[in-house]
Structures are given as C-alpha cells and as structure tokens.
C-alpha cells in the first residue's frame, strides 16, 4: 500500500478547557448563548502546514508569538476558592470563589460584556468585549485575568504535503515538512486490513484475545465525521457540533470538510469486514479498507474544529465538557471516557489549564498531539493532566515534524498513515509508462481533475528552447507539442499551478510531475484543473525522460480512504490503545493508566525518557498482559 500518495494542500493544521454549563449539562448552574461562542465563520484561516495561525512555530510559555484569536473574544477567570475543579457530585453546589456564578456573570454584563458561554465549575466566562468593558473587567479585583479567545488548528495533512513546488527545499509558511516513509527499514509493515500502525501497536494479537476496548468510550474533538462510511457501520454513539458552521448539525450529512476527524476517527474505530469495494480504495489497500486500534469502543464525535480546519478556545470548550459530561459522575453512562484531542495552538491559556484540571479530576483522561512545527509542544499537550503525544514512522522514528520537549510522554504512528476520509472525497492514484519500470511511489494532486487518460508523454521543456532541466516555467508558456498527450514536468524554480497551468493551455491531457532530488514529490496544488495531475519521484520521472518517445497512462480518482501524517495520526493511535486497556483494567483511574501507558511503552531514541520519544512507543498489549 506505500505505492500510492496523495499530494495536497496542507489541512490547516488543525485547543478547549471544559464547559460544565454548555449543552444542557446536568450539575451545571449557568448555561451558554444560544448561539455557539466565537462563530468559526469569522475566524481568520491558519497558515497552511503549520499548527498556528500567524506565526512560524510552536515555542514555550512566553518565547513565542501570541497566536491569532477571534476578534473581541476573551475568556474571563474569576478568583477561585481553593475547592477542586471537576469533583463535584451530580446537582452539588460548589463555592467557585469571591462571586458566586450567578455574581459572576453580573460582573461581566455590568461592564457592558456580552457572555457566550459560563463555565459553573471553573469559574471562567466567555465572553465577547468592546475595548472599554475589557478595561473595566481587568480593573475588577475579583477577576484573577483576561486572556485572548485563542484560535486552535488541526494538527494532520495528507502525506506528502511538504512545500509549495518551487523547487528543492523550499516550503511553505510555517516550515512544515512531511517525512516519507522508506528512509530507514520498516519496522512495521501493512497486511490486509492491518496498517502499519495497528501491527507497531500489536492490534490483531490483542484482537485475538478479545482486545478490543469495549465498554470504554473515546470522545473525539475534531473536523467532524462521516457517520455514513462504511467503516463505521452507523454505530457513532453521539454527535455534537459546537462551531456555528451552517448545516453541520448531522454526522450522516456534510459536516467534515476537511476530512481530518473521519480520518483520525478511522484509526480508532474502523470497523473490521467494512470494506467499500476497489472504487473507493487506494492502490494496494485490503477489499475490506483498514481497520482501526480499538473497534469495539463506544465512539463520540464532538465537532469543535470548523470547515477550515480551526476553532476556538471556548467552542473546543463546550466540546470537551460535552465528552467529559458522558461520565457516570456527571450523569452521562460512560464508566470511562478518553478524550482525544488531535489539536493545538502555541499559547497558552489559564482558562484550558483549569477546564483539563476539571476533566481530569471527574475522571476523564486527555490526550492530545504534541504539534507539527518540530518545535516545543503545543497546547493543550503541554497542559498538566494532559498526555502529550508525539509522532513516529513505520522504522520507529521520531518524524521530523514531531513537536519536542519534556512534555511528550508517548509517541505514536503518525508518518503515512491509511485512514477513512468523508466517501469519495479523497483522491487516489495511478501511472505507468511502457518500457519502464513500475513506478514507486504516485502521488494524487489534491484538486486535480479525476479520471484516467492514456496517450504519448512528452518533455515538457522550459520554455524558450523548450530544453534545460524541463520545469516549463514562466507565465504563458506554452509548448504545441503537449497537445493531446501527457506532459512530464520537472519540479523546479516555479510552483506547480504555474507548470499545471502552462500545460493545460497548452492543450494536455495529463501530467506527472517529477521531484528534483531524491524521493517521492510533495507538494500542494491550490487551483483546480480539470485534467489528472499525479506526482513522481525524480528517479522515476528521470527514467521515464530516458524512455521518450513513450506511452503512458495517469489516473486520478475518488476515494474512501487516504494517507494523512502528523501527530493528530499518532494521537488516535495512543487514545484507542489507552480505551483498549482501561477496558481490560477497569479499576485504573487516569493517573494509574498514565503510569501504565508510561512504564511499558517500548523506549526508542535514547535509553529512558527523553524529549523526541518520551517514555517511548505505546504498547497496550504489554500494559494489559506484561508481554
């Protein structure tokens, strides 16, 4: 299955703390706006393949650039009593502090705030804010601060999104680089339905002997899902959208546009047996699509990240408490609930350090990825009480995207990664040339035109001469040779819409574009064409030059399934692990299975913990049974 890529645009590289008054949440005393707090639709994009918006990278508690927030958004923490966050009894009164919650929003609305959303429990507020209510609220003694409603981001992109095409090394904003697989021997392979990640986790022996993780449930907060894919077989326990996204309301119509939680959601749950037939599938992948870690898991969705990819602190907020209220202790009928959080941002807020408190002590456990910048960890990952996860490849190591630092605690697969995306809605794959030898690695442009053509390849030049290192740049080039045949095009000095475009005009059918250095081509197409655009890599595109005149075929279609890297992969892959053994160990609290998940991890990188690795790769099968 490592034959077949995809090479896209970069889902914005998509935190949180836990509303206790949102959704009708019993044991709550003040409920949110109608409405959800701070509206998606009016939220700035992120910068592509990065985890932030606005900024280069992910940096510790006061090094790094404020990330982007939503305009006149803030979330107001008032003073607290020294009572425990989170541990309260269904319908119980607590002491939240100075004011009381009813007091609390008094305070907000007569400084001329409007509330979006009150969190009873943590003593926290959303809140929307003119310039002279947020002055008079920092001027009040009884609130402790006021901080930014901060924007959070999906934290995967399909694989081979690694620049923008103009040429070696050159990537686009936020220096996010994917890591291909095959650059050390595979540890782990692919077999049937098993993907490398289900065999580096041991999932078919742990299914053997009835690991499976039911009776735990795994709370999603993510893009949404979609609950039609046959992976799930309608089995999603619950469904809730917390952005103000029009029409999202249901998870078996539209709602995950940029395919990432269907796909985080596939690596726990897919369902074994499910297949969708060879239309929908990748070149290589098992009849039956994948099947994920922990299938037999009571599966949540919590739609906390928009169309774009992005969310806000607040809204992410509601979802979280939506997960965590699922508890028995909160009146739900869940025993146990994982929340995972394949999210981040750069800055930190007091607010989600308080809503993980909350979660953690009600007794639910928080996992969320480390990041994508390969830089210091991101939040919520960095929080307290939540478990940081880190990325690896199928060789066992550390993807050079993983996010660093002493807050990691576990990595995961993360690199090339195979999952379910929304039907149809995924793109693969395939090319050939006669008298050469099957290619490698065929990458499927994100946008491109789907459907097959075979005809004559042809060089496409560069321009002037139509000769040189054949990358066909410059605006209006054009090359009467193309028409009607395939152009085979060199990455190189201009982007790939610029080389995609003069072939189009110049009549093409077809393209493969090849990398310049060694290795399959990443990178993104941000126009669409209406002919197949695939990707190669330089030694077979360079064998094909060799075979000129030739015949080729290219072909681009839909698909139910597509390979995504990132932490927000290798987080799914811990949390369906950490479901499959509190299922086993149902006495565990979240601190105890974090100390289990921690000692039998498998250590990998430098002996014990460390700061690529932490305490190394999750290993649930140990943990259940010492082996």
Not at 267 to 286: C, K, N, P, R, V
Request: glycine fraction near 14%; charged fraction near 10%.
């Amino acid at each position: 299955m490592k034959n077949a890529r995809s090479f896209s645009v970069a889902l914005l590289p998509i935190g949180l703390a836990l509303s206790l008054a949102a959704c009708g949440q019993p044991g709550t005393t003040a409920q949110p706006a109608a409405a959800p707090a701070s509206p998606v639709a009016a939220l700035p994009a992120a910068s592509p393949e990065t985890g932030i918006a606005g900024q280069p990278g992910t940096s510790a508690p006061g090094t790094s650039t404020p990330d982007a927030s939503v305009p006149g958004a803030y979330l107001v923490g008032f003073r607290q009593s020294t009572g425990t966050l989170g541990t309260q009894a269904v319908g119980e009164t607590q002491s939240v502090g100075t004011l009381s919650v009813e007091a609390q929003a008094l305070a907000v609305q007569a400084a001329g705030g409007v509330i979006t959303s009150q969190y009873a429990e943590l003593s926290a507020l959303a809140v929307q804010l003119t310039p002279e209510a947020l002055a008079r609220l920092k001027a009040d003694p009884n609130v402790e601060y006021v901080e930014p409603d901060y924007l959070r981001h999906a934290l995967g992109f399909r694989s081979g999104s690694t620049g923008t095409g103009t040429g070696a090394g050159v990537q686009s904003s936020g220096g996010l680089s994917a890591q291909a697989l095959g650059t050390q021997a595979a540890r782990w392979t692919a077999s049937g339905e098993t993907t490398w990640g289900d065999a580096a986790l041991r999932v078919p022996t742990m299914r053997s002997a009835g690991y499976t993780g039911s009776g735990v449930a795994v709370c999603v907060g993510d893009t949404g899902i979609d609950g039609n894919h046959p992976e799930f077989q309608n089995r999603l326990k619950g469904y809730q959208n917390f952005t103000s996204d029009a029409n999202r309301t249901s998870a078996y119509s539209l709602n995950d546009v940029s395919h990432h939680g269907t796909h985080v959601s596939g690596t726990i749950f897919a369902q074994y047996g499910a297949g969708t037939g060879a239309g929908g599938l990748q070149g290589g992948e098992d009849p039956n699509g994948v099947g994920g870690v922990a299938a037999g898991v009571n599966l949540y969705m919590a739609r906390v990240l928009g169309d774009s990819g992005s969310g806000s602190s607040s809204q992410i907020i509601n979802g979280v408490n939506w997960c965590a209220g699922k508890l028995k202790s909160k009146g739900g009928t869940e025993a146990h609930v994982v929340v995972s959080l394949s999210l981040g941002g750069g800055s930190a807020s007091q607010t989600e350090q308080r809503a993980y408190t909350a979660a953690y002590n009600a007794g639910a456990l928080v996992v969320a990825a480390t990041g994508n910048d390969g830089a210091a960890v991101s939040y919520p990952a960095a929080y307290t009480n939540v478990l940081a996860v880190g990325a690896v490849d199928d060789s066992g190591t550390v993807a050079s995207f993983s996010n660093f630092g002493s807050k990691v605690s576990l990595v995961g697969p993360g690199v090339h990664v195979l999952s379910s995306v929304p039907l149809g809605q995924g793109s693969a794959a395939s090319a050939s040339a006669v008298n050469v030898a099957a290619y490698t690695d065929v990458s499927g442009a994100d946008k491109s035109g789907k459907g097959t053509f075979t005809g004559s390849v042809v060089a496409a030049g560069d321009g002037t001469g139509m000769a040189g290192a054949n990358q066909f740049c410059g605006t209006g080039t054009r090359n009467a040779a193309l028409s009607g045949n395939i152009a085979l095009i060199s990455r190189g000095t201009c982007t790939f819409e610029e080389k995609v475009a003069n072939a189009a005009a110049s009549g093409a059918r077809g393209v493969m574009l090849y990398n310049n250095v060694a290795g399959p081509l990443g990178g993104s197409l941000t126009n669409a064409y209406s002919i197949p655009v695939v990707g190669l890599t330089q030694t077979d595109g360079q064998a094909t030059r060799a075979k000129l005149p030739t015949t080729g075929t290219v072909t681009v279609k839909a698909a139910d399934y597509e390979y995504f890297d990132g932490t927000s992969m290798a987080t799914p892959h811990v949390s369906a692990a950490a479901a499959v053994i509190w299922a086993a160990k149902p006495t565990l609290t979240p601190a105890s299975l974090t100390t289990l998940l921690q000692n039998t991890a498998t250590d990998l990188g430098a002996a014990g913990k460390d700061n690529s690795y932490g305490y190394g790769l999750v290993n649930p099968y140990k943990a259940i049974t010492g082996n």
